[in-house]
């Protein structure tokens, strides 16, 4: 039963319950995209990689991530998304473990893969869980602005928690306190939580090899590219390879049976518009944890622990406003909410990208952090609820993974060419801290084109239709 009080909503005490476990669960595998970043100067030191090879921390987690989603959304229609989900925190929890116990590169990225590989089968059950148990209307749109508030405040809370553990205890301890917030799930969720009706099916292994693999080459041959060039064979070789394998991906996809990633999800422009517009922001949002941190560091010195402290402003103000976008989206607007958030961190990631080695903390980084989280904070809820709009009961769990998949490999795809502008700019006659402070500006200024391109493509396919619904309805309403 749904009661309302002023514009909230009362959700039922089995709501609740679902509600509780399903964003406890996805803030856990959020937070682990970024709890990792502040830490990152000291795992660089002690296991050995490179400035580049660094990025692979990151992207071994969000191209297994997101390249397996969808396999993990079919996976849960096909075998039930209570079992699925069940069986994500299971591998999830257990890769935490061996990630904190990592003794060298290979055996560090190798964790961080197969702890993707546990997102992977876990993050799709979460939302399609929201959108079969909610139902549709102000419960299930609060439910879901939930859902990507914590997508926003999760990374951010994450950076925070990093610095403070790595600084004060060690980073692994960071990934070890995953396990008894896992075990808690895994015994709550067959308690509270329903299995869905199962549908009779297969698995589109094409599909998920070739957007798998074809992710992966592109990341790799960007990124290698910054160190050997584009003219580099194997940069040659992987991007012509992860070309083929994408193009041969939408092949698939238009001819399958029971695709894994239906083409008729991209058919309405509010979804389309929400998928693209989450890709670049992303990207955006990926280089400017990724690379601030190494700047507050390296540049100014800041322990990892200062550097936590230091992204506090964003926090809290990514915090406020996820707590105000479900009274904001009543007000004015998903659509508008959306274009405003987006402004909001393109005017902050312009200022940031103005930064260099002299740079006032308060002036030069805290207030334009502030814009960023407000706008970060703004941003992420209403294209969630745009990614999922008008989605079919029949389509739920392929539409939550599209969700997640663009979100991790936006990450991934914009990360890797911010490392390639990152490694190019810049010269080697400069000191080692102006020359960081430089690069970091540059791949700053970079991840602000992004925002640029995405405020474009969310006011063309989600804003501009809206808007023109709106007129019609008020104009036969007359």
Request: proline letters at 3%; charged letters at 10%.
């Amino acid at each position: 039963m749904r009661t309302q009080e002023g514009n909230r909503v009362a959700f039922p005490k089995r709501l609740k319950a679902i509600l509780a476990i399903v964003l406890v669960s996805y803030f856990m595998i959020v937070l682990d995209i970024s709890i990792v970043i502040t830490a990152l100067p000291k795992i660089k030191a002690g296991l050995g990689f490179s400035s580049t090879g660094l990025s692979w921390v990151q992207n071994a987690y969000t191209l297994a991530f997101g390249g397996l989603l969808l396999l993990g959304a079919r996976a849960g229609d096909m075998l039930g998304r209570r079992r699925m989900f069940i069986a994500g925190l299971a591998l999830f929890t257990g890769a935490s473990l061996a990630v904190g116990s990592a003794q060298s590169l290979v055996w560090l990225i190798a964790a961080r893969a197969i702890q993707g590989i546990g997102a992977a089968v876990l993050a799709p059950s979460t939302l399609a869980l929201l959108s079969t148990n909610f139902p549709e209307g102000s419960q299930r749109t609060r439910a879901v602005a939930y859902y990507g508030a914590v997508a926003g405040v999760g990374a951010s809370v994450g950076l925070v928690l990093g610095g403070i553990l790595t600084d004060l205890i060690s980073w692994r301890v960071g990934f070890f306190i995953n396990l008894p917030v896992g075990i808690a799930l895994m015994f709550a969720a067959p308690r509270h939580i329903g299995e869905s009706e199962r549908r009779a099916g297969r698995f589109d292994l094409t599909g998920t090899l070739s957007s798998t693999l074809g992710m992966s080459a592109l990341v790799l041959g960007i990124v290698r590219s910054a160190t050997a060039g584009w003219h580099d064979p194997v940069t040659v070789a992987s991007l012509s390879a992860g070309g083929i394998l994408l193009a041969l991906l939408v092949l698939n996809e238009w001819r399958a049976e029971q695709p894994i990633m239906p083409l008729r999800l991209f058919a309405n422009r509010e979804r389309a518009g929400a998928y693209a517009g989450r890709i670049l922001f992303l990207g955006a949002m990926m280089g400017f944890w990724f690379f601030m941190t190494q700047f507050l560091q390296g540049v100014f010195g800041y322990s990892p622990l200062q550097a936590g402290i230091a992204f506090l402003p964003m926090t809290m103000a990514n915090f406020a406003m996820a707590l105000a976008v479900p009274r904001l989206t009543h007000r004015i607007g998903n659509a508008r909410l959306l274009a405003v958030g987006l402004t909001l961190a393109l005017f902050g990631m312009f200022w940031l990208s103005r930064l260099s080695s002299e740079t006032p903390y308060v002036m030069g980084i805290a207030l334009p952090m502030v814009l960023i989280g407000l706008g970060q904070g703004a941003t992420l809820s209403p294209l969630t609820v745009s990614g999922v709009a008008g989605v079919s009961a029949e389509d739920a769990g392929a539409a939550s993974g599209l969700v997640n998949v663009t979100h991790q490999l936006g990450g991934s795809l914009g990360l890797g060419i911010l490392v390639v502008v990152f490694a190019r700019a810049g010269s080697g006659a400069l000191a080692a801290r102006e020359l960081l402070a430089r690069r970091v500006a540059s791949s700053l200024a970079a991840g602000t084109i992004m925002l640029a391109l995405a405020l474009a493509v969310v006011v063309t396919l989600i804003v501009q239709p809206r808007a023109g619904r709106f007129e019609i309805e008020s104009a036969k309403a007359l």
